[in-house]
């Protein structure tokens, strides 16, 4: 049976390997030689540090780049895989919410609360600038509810959708909670100069309607009565002024009803599924659903939605590392498809490929140029999603990552590593072949190792002789022999003339980041 | 209203079928329609325009009969009964219980309709319906009920049928091409098969795909281990093998296909901003070229975003104008010039084409001037081959479902009637499609019995009347009917050719006009009166004596 019990020992190369894929924007050689000789806890006590909150970009506009440049940055730290995280799972669209600055603010909570609480976080995203605009919650008001953000609150935030067992009917929340959810949060408006700040995160907020002092003049303070879903809940206002809620009593309708939410049993396992998605395996049998989902929700649940006993209990798991069992078939390691952010940012990690200096505008355009646009040509339009529920990859069913692999997008991938070796006009960085096989492969000279060292680090898993044979014979040695490599390459050491070295190699690693293997981690 | 109106125009099997000469009309009509198939060698095609967001029907189809009611639900969002941005009255033929108007922005379709190519279907939805966007997409992909949870796609089922052991066993000589083809970069939930890849390739250009496919990648793995990397990887290389099959042949028909020189196809929404782009004459501008460069492809999906209007459906300040007008508009004059397209390619008869969205919108509007998700919708028919006309009847706005419009028809009738009637998919077919339990519940929409359906359609709805009395001694009425508003020329002519006098000239209403003339001053003899009006281009003789 599937199991949380922990692992003992050190991690080893290809545990190592795994738990900097999952938890991080991918490892460089150094970070899977450092984790071999650590256990899952010791790595675990560097991954799940605090972080120091990054700064602002001087230039809202700025925002993508900033963010794309604190995952480059982030180390062995799992905090900006988490802002990730939250991002696929609390998505907006910048088209509908039109700022980037409000878009920056809820980054910063994502990652304010990155190993925090995930309740807390939902109550902060209910009063998000961005979220309020996203999904109409300024508009809502006592007169005329609209239900956009009540729905989506339920189906994608917090409980999630159910089965439907009758008209209106979705197991886990009715059509009635969808309205009654919409009149708790009706009332509220965001807050375009930014000037009303959160007293917990310093983060700007939205605000409740008011007739400037403590009256909530737009908030609906009528009884609000759920379905048998919630045990028939109802949540009123605790105090009134005439008819009208008070800001406070508004405030405190919220709390009502993120009790209420979060004490659902099924509220603590949707969000356990969607951090088992994104950081094991799309696919959750019975088995997994029993063994490992249903106890990672206790655990969230006892911990009062803290996530970070979660991910601890998941990544030092004898689950995470396939050691609960001898069957191989429902082993997940490198299982999961690289979302093009990964391919790209994971990449560049890899090779330690230098960026123009942070926060200049050289670097913000390279990050367009190199990165961002790309991943657009790799379909993923980062924060600009096709729809509501965010990227497909970690909702669609059946396919959920499968969705990255088009046979458009496949080939743009491919493309794309092809173009990192030739990209410093284009991009203001190139991947250097050369440059990196002579600083980090232990003797360049011979091919063997070359290929060898690569396969370890690049390709997630074992690959067969044929196929090796292939990587090193048909495409290093152009069918030559492995002394002729070597001769090519002191030749190149003695007039630095790295031409000859440079196709082979280049070729290489084209075969090595354009295959299959390559998409997975 | 009452369902009178929509159980009149469903004459499929349910009750006793009619009987002509002894023999049952629905068996007549199967017969033909299978010489049709083996005839043509079955070269139907259907195109999907999918209404991403879930589309308000109310404000695209408005019931006339019902307007006061209509406008009192949505008093903010409401398009006006009268004035140059009112409704578009779309028929005035029908029942008063079906007559519908059409958004001032939906000048296409009514084109489309006028000429006898369009059909709405009215209350499309399924039991039961799910109010989420997600959920509910994926059931209309799927092509179940409410509570079917299928890891495949209706069209995929279908496709898989038709086209055993793909993908092994294609490209082959019968099927050189992508049995589906998405317009776009990820294939749905609808191509998708019970296992394995999916039965169509996602493409937006044909060319550049060649050029990519064949400038990137290397040589499989050789084998694939049992684990879910092995699972992912081996999905991998299928994608990868499936591009390079189809890569050379998608290019080639895109070269050979062309469009209609003269058809121009429209960019961008003319009432606002440019920021407001045609996102979907592009595609079909595509899958024309694609048809008219030799493409077998089957079915094709093309989509539209941008429908789900909880807040600024329309302008504050003009309820005509606003994001779902333009979206109206992208349809109607995207789908009017494919269809001209095709017409001009000669690939008319071969080309259906519908809408689908996954709901409708609440009858009601909210207060930030657009609508929450609702329920049953209007569906949008295209094509030569389709009857045309409304099926179904205006939604019930006194006796909605939680402020929502009720469901007339499930949208596997729909599918199910265009896959059996015009793509001529065999009742097997529709089994392995999960569709056969509407194989009793098709629709009226490709009625072959009678070959001059559509022109009999166009005669009732634009026509030049006999004058009375004819012969004329002094005084005549003349008279006839148009069905939209029309620049309109009636006019006299001897018989050597010469025009005698205008009679009417200038911009008419719909409906029927009567005028009377003094002609006592004409010479006796015989006289033409002719009329030129839109598609009604015709002549009569009037005798003075």
């Not at chain 1, 001087?58 to 900033?66: C, L, M």
């Amino acid at each position: 049976m599937a199991s949380l019990n922990p692992v003992t020992g050190t991690l080893g190369r290809r545990r190592s390997a795994h738990i900097l894929r999952r938890a991080t924007f991918g490892p460089n050689k150094s970070y899977i030689n450092l984790y071999a000789g650590r256990t899952a806890n010791q790595a675990m006590a560097e991954l799940f540090q605090a972080t120091t909150v990054p700064a602002a970009p001087a230039d809202f506009e700025n925002f993508k780049g900033w963010w794309v440049g604190q995952m480059l940055n982030s180390g062995r730290s799992i905090v900006e895989k988490m802002v990730f995280f939250y991002h696929t799972h609390f998505t907006t669209k910048e088209e509908i919410v039109g700022s980037r600055r409000a878009l920056f603010h809820q980054n910063q909570l994502f990652r304010y609360y990155a190993l925090g609480n995930f309740k807390e976080l939902t109550k902060k995203i209910c009063l998000d600038n961005a979220m309020m605009v996203f999904l109409n919650g300024r508009d809502n008001d006592r007169n005329n509810v609209n239900e956009n953000f009540g729905r989506e609150f339920l189906e994608l935030y917090s409980i999630g959708k159910g089965l439907q067992i009758g008209a209106g009917d979705y197991t886990n929340y009715t059509e009635q909670d969808v309205k009654e959810a919409a009149r708790v949060f009706s009332g509220y408006r965001n807050d375009e100069e930014f000037l009303t700040i959160d007293p917990i995160t310093g983060i700007p907020a939205s605000y409740v309607r008011n007739d400037g002092g403590t009256v909530a003049t737009a908030h609906d303070a009528g009884v609000k009565t759920f379905s048998q879903a919630f045990q028939n809940t109802t949540i009123q206002p605790n105090t009134l002024v005439g008819e009208d809620a008070t800001v406070a009593a508004t405030l405190d309708e919220l709390d009502q009803l993120l009790n209420m939410v979060f004490n659902q049993d099924e509220t603590a396992r949707h969000i356990c599924r969607k951090l088992y998605r994104f950081l094991m395996y799309y696919e959750i049998t019975p088995e997994v659903e029993q063994d490992i989902i249903g106890p990672l929700a206790t655990t969230f649940r006892n911990n009062n939605y803290d996530i970070l006993p979660v991910l601890q209990q998941l990544f030092q798991s004898e689950h995470f590392y396939d050691s609960d069992n001898a069957i191989v078939q429902d082993d997940s390691h490198a299982a999961i498809i690289k979302s093009p952010l990964e391919l790209a940012v994971g990449t560049l990690r890899y090779y330690g490929v230098a960026l123009p200096a942070s926060g200049t505008q050289a670097f913000y355009d390279s990050i367009d140029n190199g990165i961002l646009a790309p991943m657009n040509l790799q379909g993923m339009n980062l924060l600009e999603p096709f729809e509501v529920a965010g990227y497909p990859a970690y909702h669609q069913n059946p396919d959920f990552h499968r969705n990255w692999i088009s046979h458009n997008q496949l080939a743009r991938r491919y493309q794309y590593m092809a173009q990192l070796m030739s990209s410093m006009d284009n991009f203001g960085f190139q991947l250097d072949a050369v440059a990196y096989v002579e600083n980090n492969i232990s003797d360049p000279s011979n091919g063997q190792v070359i290929v060898q060292e690569l396969i370890d680090d690049l390709l997630p898993e074992i690959i067969t002789t044929v196929r090796f044979d292939y990587f090193l014979n048909d495409i290093l040695l152009d069918s030559l022999s492995m002394a002729n490599w070597t001769t090519e390459w002191f030749a190149y050491q003695g007039s630095n003339d790295d031409s000859a070295v440079r196709t082979q190699l280049e070729s290489l690693f084209n075969a090595l980041m354009q295959s299959p293997e390559y998409q997975l981690q | 209203m009452k369902r009178r109106g929509f159980l009149k125009k469903i004459p499929i099997a349910a009750s006793a079928p009619m009987v002509l000469n002894g023999l049952p009309i629905g068996l007549l009509a199967k017969g033909q329609l299978q010489q049709v198939a083996a005839s043509s060698g079955n070269e139907k095609v259907l195109v999907l325009i999918q209404l991403h967001g879930g589309n308000d029907g109310l404000n695209a189809v408005i019931p006339i009969d019902q307007y006061a009611q209509y406008f009192n639900l949505r008093p903010n969002i409401a398009i006006p009964d009268n004035g140059s941005r009112g409704y578009i009255p779309l028929d005035s033929t029908l029942d008063i219980t079906d007559q519908v108007g059409l958004h001032p922005d939906m000048v296409g379709t009514k084109s489309l309709y006028d000429q006898g190519k369009a059909a709405i279907v009215q209350g499309v939805s399924y039991e039961n319906h799910n109010g989420s966007h997600f959920r509910s997409r994926d059931i209309m992909f799927m092509g179940g009920n409410y509570d079917d949870y299928f890891g495949s796609g209706w069209v995929g089922r279908y496709l898989d049928y038709r086209f055993p052991n793909y993908p092994d066993a294609y490209p082959s000589t019968e099927m050189p091409d992508p049995l589906g083809l998405e317009i776009g970069t990820t294939v749905s939930l609808a191509f998708h098969r019970d296992n394995g890849i999916p039965v169509a390739v996602a493409a937006n250009d044909p060319e550049g795909f060649f050029d990519l496919i064949n400038s990137t990648g290397g040589l499989p793995p050789d084998s694939v281990i049992d684990t879910h990397y092995g699972q992912e990887l081996q999905w991998i290389m299928d994608i990868e093998a499936n591009s390079n099959q189809y890569a050379d042949r998608l290019k080639e028909v895109f070269d050979n296909g062309r469009n209609t020189p003269s058809v121009t196809y429209p960019e961008t929404y003319p009432l606002a901003a440019s920021r407001l782009k045609n996102t979907l004459a592009p595609q079909l501008k595509l899958i024309a070229r694609m048809l008219s460069g030799g493409s077998k492809t089957k079915i094709f999906l093309a989509k539209i975003g941008g429908f789900d209007t909880h807040g600024g459906q329309v302008e504050s300040y003009d309820p005509t104008l606003g994001n779902h007008a333009a979206l109206l508009y992208h349809i109607s004059a995207a789908m009017e010039a494919f269809q001209n397209d095709l017409q001009g390619l000669g690939l008319e008869d071969r080309v259906v084409t519908t809408t689908f969205s996954e709901f409708g919108r609440r009858a009601a509007s909210n207060a930030s001037f657009g609508t929450d998700h609702g329920n049953a919708a209007p569906m949008f028919v295209f094509g030569k081959a389709v009857k045309p006309g409304i099926i179904g009847t205006n939604p019930d706005l006194l006796n909605l479902d939680g402020n929502n419009v009720t469901m007339q028809v499930d949208y596997r009738q729909v599918f199910t009637t265009i896959l059996s009637d015009f793509m001529e998919a065999s009742d097997e077919a529709m089994v392995r499609t999960l569709f056969d339990g509407f194989l009793d519940k098709k629709l009226d929409l490709f009625s072959k019995l009678v070959t001059s359906t559509r022109d009999d359609f166009i005669a009732k709805r634009f026509k030049l009347n006999s004058i009375y009395p004819n012969p004329v001694l002094d005084r005549t009425t003349f008279s006839y009917y148009i069905n939209t508003p029309l620049m309109v020329d009636l006019e006299l002519f001897d018989t050597g050719g010469r025009k005698i006098r205008s009679l009417v000239s200038g911009q008419q209403t719909i409906g029927e006009h009567r005028l009377t003339f003094d002609l006592s001053d004409l010479k006796p003899g015989t006289y033409i009166y002719r009329i030129k009006a839109g598609p009604l281009d015709t002549a009569k003789k009037l005798i003075k004596i």
